[in-house]
């Protein structure tokens, strides 16, 4: 398996950065950029991780099995991800979750049926000075309002 | 060394000793479930949280090395209160259906629930589900019971250097996961359920089959390969129903391979035979002993020396000394012999006059370095595989492989080479420098090696100026007592391709072993007769089959491939069958014979003082030790001709005569499994 060119030198630079014999190392960072290349962690990829980086495709499992962010089925083009651990909860992240729950007609991991947006509750995502937080994919919106997050899924609809 | 209190009492560990381990030495027990010792450290379950003083905190004894002048409680208050607190976090998702789960009263964490009386819970939420699975014919998981201490993950990758398990997800929702997804690809050992502390890995073949209690438990050696494990069969009713090794006194410990575990079960195989057979207007009738018995004395009364004897390689030392004796003295023929699997002959007589250069099963974990030639250690020989490892990951041992093709030791060896079997003494000459500067070393070899190689092999190691010690790799239980009980070709008798090729044989007679399997005999008119467990190839040309017992019938010594001699002890019957010792008493009897009483301890003590190197301490022996012999006095008179020793080359999941009987090793996907594979 290869990657895109600009991809293929920020692995090799990775690698790179850790000590001879410690390629293991470099596990979860190319899982987490090569999942962005691929779209999610497909049996094909972890065999090749499992490859550069010296580990057994099992250990790969195990790791992709530990972080919710590596993810071993297809997502939305958008992973939309609310937040309803305590500060959020605390200023409505549980009404955001909610409403985007019935707005998109989908639950916790479930991708909407054109496979545009996909939703997530997440715990912290260190973002609780500006409660209540979401992300989309890697882009955070702040103070988020049930209006606001209208907006933003009509917005990543449009883009779409 | 470090000096402690631990529980009041005054103890003395030596520096980096594991407080847990110093207890132990102590007499005092911690609990630990993810502690075991000769694997990494987990520091998972929390079960050995123990004060001590001057620390703030709880300490896990299981990681905390010792330290002078430590003052350590094991039992007080707080601890007892921690360990509540974890069983009840451990039972939170546990099923509690003890009565019906399988290893109910072998249960670690019963244990402790009902050592600390741990017995209510603060949770009523609803226990999280998940499906019991099933991973091979040997191997279910059930991952509500799974207590994550990791012993068989570690069991798995460290022992057996398998790495078949691991885990996923987190939390309460990790469980234990298969190499394949939803299957094992693995050596199928079952070390991770005898590992397992709970009901979590639970064996195809035994779960549900009885209660522990309910089992007679016998510990005996496992009849299939050389290695001399100890393995400890449960039966009930006379039948095995579960072999183990919860007698871990053996030279393996704990360890068992497939075979150990779960492949007594051609014991119980249908096509056993239970009555005599004799072959009347061609076919092969059931008889009474009596009759089949003298029909066979009288034929070998009429043959006498013109007889060939083939002997066995699962037979017991005593079966085969009393053989010999009955073929050479009662029968008046030298032609005896049985199939070699590796040259023993010239390494003993390459080795005359040096000691200690014979290896033990336990010197494979001391040597400080480990020499394998032509053979694949992991799939012929687990057990020695298992003591090389071992001795990698505790001593840092160094390793060499000389081997036609990959293994898996070349993952933890300094150096791995690969040449044709043809030369693989050149592979070997070129790690010369390397070896010269190791303490001492420990070379094993498989059939590739023979006659001029071994003692070129010998002079090798001579030439290297450090303690050089050998083990011939030989194939089966008892390959080893058969060479050492003299079942070869005396002054001017037959081999057994010359037995076979004879055109003017008026008696072969057959003892577990099936050498027409390969081709036809040339004597047309040879009367032959064969004692055997099944109707082998060698059977169906019989004219008189007598149904003999297996080594899991009956008690006597064999003698493993480090030339180690064990106890066999009688943990199952089968209608019909006689041991062989009991059939040859009977022949000896009906010819009017005397060569001594056909009788264990009789033959023994003659072997002991007859037999070289066998003069072996009898109280080891009766305890169920393995008691080394010492065969190095002299040359040896004669040496067989070393071109007809050849290994089956069996795998794991293969047992020559006895694995085509194993269902359990031919239901396994690895199933049948190939040698130099990695």
């Known amino acids: 398996m290869t990657f895109s060119p600009r991809l293929e030198t920020k692995l090799a630079r990775l690698l790179e950065s850790y000590p001879k014999g410690r390629e293991r190392a470099a596990l979860i960072p190319m899982l987490m950029y090569t999942q962005d290349e691929v779209g999610y962690i497909t049996k094909e990829l972890a065999q090749e991780v499992a490859k550069r980086c010296g580990v057994t495709t099992l250990q790969v499992d195990e790791v992709v099995g530990y972080y919710t962010m590596l993810r071993d089925r297809k997502m939305g083009r958008t992973h939309l991800q609310i937040c309803t651990n305590i500060s959020c909860l605390l200023v409505g992240g549980e009404e955001l979750w909610k409403h985007a729950c019935s707005k998109l007609g989908i639950g916790h991991n479930q991708v909407t049926a054109d496979g545009s947006i996909s939703l997530e509750e997440v715990e912290c995502i260190g973002a609780c000075s500006w409660a209540p937080a979401i992300q989309t994919n890697y882009d955070f919106h702040h103070h988020v309002t049930v209006e606001r997050l209208d907006k933003i899924i009509a917005d990543l609809r449009k883009v779409q | ?678």
């Open chain 2, 1 to 678: 060394m470090v000096n402690l209190t631990i529980d009041g009492i005054a103890v003395q560990a030596a520096p980096g000793t594991l407080l847990i381990d110093a207890a132990k030495q102590a007499g005092i027990k911690i609990p630990a479930f993810c502690y075991y010792e000769g694997y990494s450290l987990q520091a998972a379950c929390r079960m050995c949280l123990v004060e001590v003083e001057k620390f703030p905190k709880l300490q896990a004894a299981c990681t905390l090395p010792v330290a002078e002048g430590m003052v350590v409680r094991t039992e007080g208050a707080p601890a007892v209160k921690a360990r509540k607190t974890t069983l009840e976090f451990l039972l939170t998702n546990h099923p509690l259906d003890c009565p019906v789960c399988d290893p109910g009263g072998e249960c670690e964490l019963q244990d402790m629930v009902f050592r600390y009386g741990a017995g209510e819970s603060r949770f009523t939420e609803v226990k999280h589900h998940v499906d019991e699975k099933q991973w091979s014919p040997v191997v279910y998981y059930d991952a509500p019971r799974c207590i994550l201490c990791y012993r068989c993950i570690r069991v798995c990758d460290e022992g057996m250097g398998v790495n078949a398990l691991g885990i996923t997800n987190r939390g309460a929702f990790s469980e234990i996961v298969p190499n394949m997804g939803d299957h094992l690809n693995c050596d199928e050992c079952g070390a991770c359920i005898d590992i397992c502390p709970v009901g979590a890995l639970t064996s195809g073949t035994y779960r549900y089959q009885t209660r522990p209690w309910e089992m007679e438990h016998t510990g005996t050696i496992c009849t299939h390969c050389s290695d001399g494990c100890k393995t400890t069969l449960g039966s009930r009713n006379g039948e095995i129903v579960r072999g183990n090794n919860r007698d871990s006194s053996g030279v393996n410990g704990e360890f068992l391979c497939i075979k150990g575990r779960y492949a007594f079960d051609f014991v119980q195989h249908e096509e056993r035979l239970q009555s005599p057979l004799i072959r009347r207007n061609g076919k092969l009738e059931e008889a009474s002993w009596a009759e089949a018995i003298n029909l066979v004395a009288a034929k070998f009364g009429e043959a006498k020396g013109n007889t060939g004897v083939v002997g066995s390689v699962h037979t017991t030392n005593e079966e085969n000394f009393y053989l010999r004796k009955l073929a050479m003295q009662g029968l008046g023929t030298p032609s005896v012999d049985h199939q070699r699997s590796g040259d023993v002959h010239t390494l003993l007589d390459a080795l005359a006059g040096k000691e200690n250069a014979l290896a033990a099963v336990d010197d494979l974990y001391r040597a400080k370095a480990v020499l394998i030639v032509g053979a694949d250690l992991s799939e012929q020989h687990p057990l020695l595989a298992f003591q090389v490892r071992a001795n990698v990951r505790h001593h840092q041992a160094a390793v060499y492989t000389v081997t036609p093709g990959p293994v898996r030791e070349d993952k933890t060896s300094a150096k791995a080479v690969r040449c044709a079997e043809a030369n693989l003494l050149d592979g070997v000459r070129g790690l010369a420098d390397e070896l010269k500067s190791k303490g001492d070393l420990t070379i094993l070899f498989g059939d590739a090696i023979k006659g001029q190689a071994v003692r070129d092999l010998v002079a090798f190691g001579d030439s290297l100026g450090i303690a050089v010690k050998y083990v011939c790799l030989v194939d089966y239980s008892n390959s080893r007592g058969a060479v050492d009980m003299g079942l070869v070709p005396g002054e001017g008798g037959l081999s057994i391709p010359q037995m076979l090729a004879a055109t003017d044989l008026a008696a072969l007679w057959v003892v577990g072993a099936d050498p027409l399997a390969g081709g036809g005999l040339a004597s047309k008119g040879a009367f032959v007769v064969v004692q055997d467990l099944f109707l082998t190839e060698t059977a169906k040309r019989a004219d008189v089959v007598l149904p003999s017992a297996s080594a899991y019938e009956k008690s006597g010594t064999v003698t493993n491939g480090a030339g180690e001699v064990q106890r066999l002890v009688k943990a199952a019957s089968v209608m019909g069958a006689k041991p062989d010792l009991e059939i040859f008493g009977l022949i000896a009897r009906a010819m009017r014979i005397d060569v001594g009483r056909a009788q264990n301890e009789a033959i023994f003590e003659e072997i002991r003082k007859t037999v070289r190197g066998y003069n072996v301490p009898l109280p080891v022996i009766a305890t169920g030790g393995a008691a080394r012999t010492q065969p190095l006095n002299g040359r040896l008179g004669s040496i067989p001709d070393p071109s007809q020793v050849r290994s089956a080359r069996d795998t794991l999941f293969t047992s020559g005569a006895l694995g085509r009987y194993s269902k359990i090793l031919k239901q396994v996907v690895e199933a049948p499994g190939a040698l130099y594979e990695g």
